[in-house]
């Protein structure tokens, strides 16, 4: 018995900041941001949106494509550490919005990794029990949590949410056939936002506004990215038994396009069985890869069969792996 993707879904703002825009705050350029990262604009959200209200219409499409109705859905699980409040969870707030009232709802902190440990997590209480529906959620409004003076952040990240509904697969063959979660604590300085939780809690004497931002050292993550995604892939592939060479679709996480092909060159994927939406959203965190996955599947570029594999790493370090068959 598999595990398998029932129905997919995505929801981006529609407020656009493109590179040009980003020239005028901070001392950048278009030409900078292209050739460092492959973004040319990100989505951002108003005032009338929220991470609930993206990652509640991502999962209406999801449940739509499922052809399953909230309420029999068993498990929420959002991969975040941006949900709208500090407490309940953003899971409780999209299963009150769905009214799906018979699901456990929760949130998992894995910064960009978030999907694919929510997914393997999904993954196990379906093997425990072939019966439960689980709706996967990764969603980010990094907006807010961006330094928008620091020229070395505010250009990569954008809002947006993605979905998936997960249930028994139809046949042993389609499905979930190898999943793996790690993560590498010792350098997590590289990567945080230090203020904002209960050590620096907001409005605390002394701490500089910049510690309630995104902080990164982008180009000491950039060489681990490239190395947990390569390493963590080969691992699935290992243990389904099979090599990149069979891959039909990679989704790799869209943090920056230089690390994507890194990776896809390092395990011998050729560029065009990598999707790649980096330019239009940036990096969103636990998001993207549930929104590449979504667009891909909806323009028909994965179809039934199909080997996938999904890599993402983000803060923490955290870095996981799905490969399934469609
Ligand atoms: N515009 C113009 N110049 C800039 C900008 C900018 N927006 N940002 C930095 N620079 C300058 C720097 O100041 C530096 O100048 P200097 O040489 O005079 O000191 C120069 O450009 C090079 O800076 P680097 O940081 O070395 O540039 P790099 O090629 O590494 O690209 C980037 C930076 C895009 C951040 C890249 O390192 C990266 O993508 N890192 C990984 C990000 C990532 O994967 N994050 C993990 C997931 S995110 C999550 O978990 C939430």
Known sequence: MTAAILGTGSYLPKKVLTNQDLEKMVD???????????????????????????????AKKALEMAQIEPEELDLIIAGTFTPDLRLPSGACLVQNNLKAYNAAAFDLAAACTGFIYGLTVAEKFIKDNPNIKALVIGAEVLSPITNWE?????????????????????????????????????????????????????FKKGVPKEEYF???????????????????????????????????????????????????????????KVFVNIEKYGNTSAATVPIALDEAVRVGFIKPGNLILLDAFGGGFTYGAILLRW
């Open 214 to 272: 995104i902080k990164m050292k982008g180009n000491e993550v950039f060489k681990y990215a490239v190395r947990y995604m390569e390493e963590v892939a080969r691992i699935v592939l290992e243990k389904a038994g099979y090599s990149p060479k069979d891959i039909d679709w990679f989704i790799p996480h869209q943090a920056n396009i230089r690390i994507i092909n890194m990776v896809a060159k390092k395990l011998g994927i050729p560029q065009e």
């Open 28 to 58: 950048t350029s278009d030409e900078w941001i292209t050739t460092r990262s492959g973004i040319k604009e990100r989505r951002i959200v108003s005032e009338r949106e929220s991470w609930s209200s993206l990652a509640t219409e991502a």
């Open 150 to 202: 620091d020229r070395t952040t505010c250009v990569l990240f954008g809002d947006g949410a993605g979905a998936a509904v997960v249930g028994k697969g139809e046949k042993k063959e389609k499905g979930i056939l190898a999943s793996y979660i790690g993560s590498d604590p010792t350098v997590w300085d590289l990567l945080c936002v230090p203020g904002g939780g209960s050590l620096h809690p907001l």
